[in-house]
């Protein structure tokens, strides 16, 4: 590999703009060294965009290093520190704070390119944990070798070689890099596939990753095709950006799914990561909710609205977010859990409620806090407020917005999932035709 030159996959143009994603780790040390070394040949101009997590304290002696390594070579090196994480899954969290700042160099240089190091072995890791999550098509093909994000073009050209092959590029090069120890971490679900999983994949087969990636293009051609029926009935059901209820519950239900991707990648381009089929069924429960004005939270602050027959994404503008689902079977949330009816089982924790339809008044309804709300809590005389039991639990004020209250048609409520059981919930001896499970 120590001839390899990264215009074998790539097509550059002479006088491009490259900014180039580079945590000084091995992959992104290789990708940086590969471009140097056509730099001259194309009249590339580069820029390194440097992120500092700030979880480790030999961060900042990285960081050091690659302002270093930048003035040596004649790169421009700009960087950032992240100062303070939020409630967030750390990695998502990370991840969108860094591309916010990629972009951010992009628009200051008038970059046509923002080039990462994302190899083989990440696509395989993606496509697999994609599976597990469950995604749309799009999602299952992992991630694209180029993605037009609008201004400039997302590049991953280091896509058809493993980790182990970009080591020996390291090694054969003499190129100096540090290791991430947090990559070793099993607690990170990443780490776990690719300690566990990518090993037995790679005996089965040391080329597996050319595998993954015909997969992942022919998962990308079938969608493509999908994508021109999906147009089709945008066309039919979209006016202004949002969807007309009654229209889109006309199509088959694998389009109606697919235009819901649709719009959520309007905001998420290529961050499907985030996203799962959970949210998909929390959209779908939504829709088609008796309910006439609906707003609930995704990921990266994003909000999902229904007005009467209107449905629209739009971005948090600051206001409480609310929601309100009539309950059927099974309601996926926005807090990333999911009520369901069971048939029974065991459990006799906060996490399970058992009731008797001949007491509460159907249908049932999930939704957000309200002021004012009280329960009869089970075992105690009188009403508690819902805001003092979750001062009581120490629950966070912005898990309290989107936590569920499941109330009947009479707005009394019957169960604070996972907190409180009211005076309607039934023990094992006594009679009882609904059984729900907080999960």
Request: glycine fraction near 4%.
């Amino acid at each position: 590999m120590n001839n390899y030159s990264i215009d074998q996959n790539f097509k550059f143009n002479n006088n491009d703009t490259i900014v180039v994603g580079c945590s000084t780790g091995p992959d992104s040390m290789a990708l940086m060294d590969m471009l140097l070394k056509v730099r001259s040949k194309y009249n590339l101009f580069l820029i390194c965009a440097h992120v500092n997590h700030n979880v480790r304290k030999e961060s900042y002696a990285e960081a050091t290093f690659m302002q270093e390594y930048c003035q040596q070579n004649n790169v421009i090196f700009e960087s950032m520190i992240i100062e303070n994480y939020g409630d967030d899954n750390f990695h998502n969290e990370a991840r969108n704070i860094r591309y916010n700042f990629f972009e951010k160099i992009v628009n200051k240089y008038g970059a046509k390119y923002l080039m990462t190091a994302h190899h083989g072995d990440d696509l395989i890791e993606t496509i697999l944990m994609r599976i597990v999550r469950g995604s749309n098509l799009n999602g299952y093909a992992g991630f694209k070798r180029v993605v037009d994000m609008g201004n400039y073009y997302l590049v991953r050209p280091l896509v058809d070689f493993t980790k182990d092959e970009l080591l020996k590029y390291d090694e054969e090069n003499e190129i100096q890099y540090f290791v991430d120890s947090s990559n070793a971490k099993p607690k990170y679900t990443r780490n776990r596939y690719r300690k566990v999983v990518l090993p037995f994949l790679k005996e089965e087969d040391p080329n597996v990753h050319r595998k993954f990636l015909k997969f992942s293009e022919n998962i990308m051609q079938a969608n493509e095709f999908i994508e021109k029926e999906r147009n089709k009935a945008l066309k039919r059901v979209l006016d202004n950006g949002r969807i007309d209820i009654p229209k889109f519950l006309e199509l088959d239900s694998f389009i109606q799914k697919e235009i819901l991707y649709f719009l959520m990648e309007i905001y998420y381009q290529d961050d499907l990561i985030l996203l799962n089929d959970r949210h998909i069924s929390l959209l779908i429960n939504i829709i088609t909710s008796g309910r006439k004005n609906v707003t609930v939270n995704l990921p990266n602050e994003v909000i999902a609205v229904k007005e009467y027959d209107k449905f629209f994404l739009r971005k948090e503008t600051d206001e409480l977010t609310s929601y309100e689902i009539e309950f059927s079977d099974i309601v996926d949330l926005p807090n990333h859990h999911s009520i369901k009816k069971i048939d029974d089982c065991d459990d006799n924790s906060n996490n399970i409620c058992r009731l008797s339809s001949d007491e509460v008044q159907l249908p049932l309804i999930v939704r957000t806090r309200k002021l004012g709300d009280k329960i009869n809590i089970k075992g105690m005389t009188g009403s508690k407020k819902i805001k003092d039991v979750f001062i009581d639990s120490k629950i966070s004020k912005s898990s309290r917005d989107l936590w569920p209250v499941v109330v009947d048609s009479l707005d009394r409520v019957v169960w604070l999932p996972g907190l409180k059981k009211s005076k309607f919930d039934k023990k094992k001896e006594e009679r009882y035709d609904i059984v729900l499970k907080y999960y």
